[in-house]
Nanobody, 124 residues
Framework: QVQLEESGGGLVQAGGSLRLSCAAS????????MAWFRQAPGKEREFVAG????????SYADSVKGRFTISRENAENTVYLQMNMLKPEDTAVYYC?????????????????WGQGTQVTVSS
C-alpha cells in the first residue's frame, strides 16, 4: 500500500509562490494518475490539478489555470505542484492523491490513496 506525504506548505503573501511536494513510499506511483486537491474551512474538497501516469496529460481547475503547474518525477516517486501568483482564496489544506489507474481525473472518487495534507495560507 502506497503512502503519500505532502510538504512545502506554509504562509506566503499574496502574489508569492510555493512549491508543494508529494513523496510516495512503499510502492511506485509510476503507472498511476496523480492529483492535488484542496479543502478550505467550511468548504468541500475540490480538485486543483491532475497528471496522468505517463506525465503527458494534465488537467487544472479553472481557478488555478495559468498560475499552478503540476509535474512528476517518476524516478523520485514524487509529484510536485508549483503555485505562482498566489491569492488569499488559495488558502486551504492541500492533499496529494493517487488514482486507481493512469488517467487524469477530477473526481475525488477516482483516487484511492491520500496524504495527510499540508496547509497553505496566503495573506492579503
Amino acid at each position: 500500500q502506497v503512502q503519500l506525504e505532502e510538504s512545502g506548505g506554509g504562509l506566503v503573501q499574496a502574489g508569492g509562490s510555493l512549491r508543494l511536494s508529494c513523496a510516495a513510499s512503499k510502492r511506485t506511483i509510476r503507472m498511476y494518475g496523480m492529483a492535488w486537491f484542496r479543502q478550505a474551512p467550511g468548504k468541500e474538497r475540490e480538485f486543483v490539478a491532475g497528471i496522468s501516469g505517463s506525465g503527458v496529460s494534465t488537467s487544472y481547475a479553472d481557478s488555478v489555470k495559468g498560475r499552478f503547474t503540476i509535474s512528476r518525477e517518476n524516478a523520485e516517486n514524487t509529484v510536485y505542484l508549483q503555485m505562482n501568483m498566489l491569492k488569499p482564496e488559495d488558502t486551504a489544506v492541500y492533499y496529494c492523491a493517487q488514482g486507481r489507474d493512469g488517467a487524469v481525473n477530477s473526481d475525488w472518487r477516482a483516487y484511492g490513496y491520500w496524504g495527510q495534507g499540508t496547509q497553505v495560507t496566503v495573506s492579503s
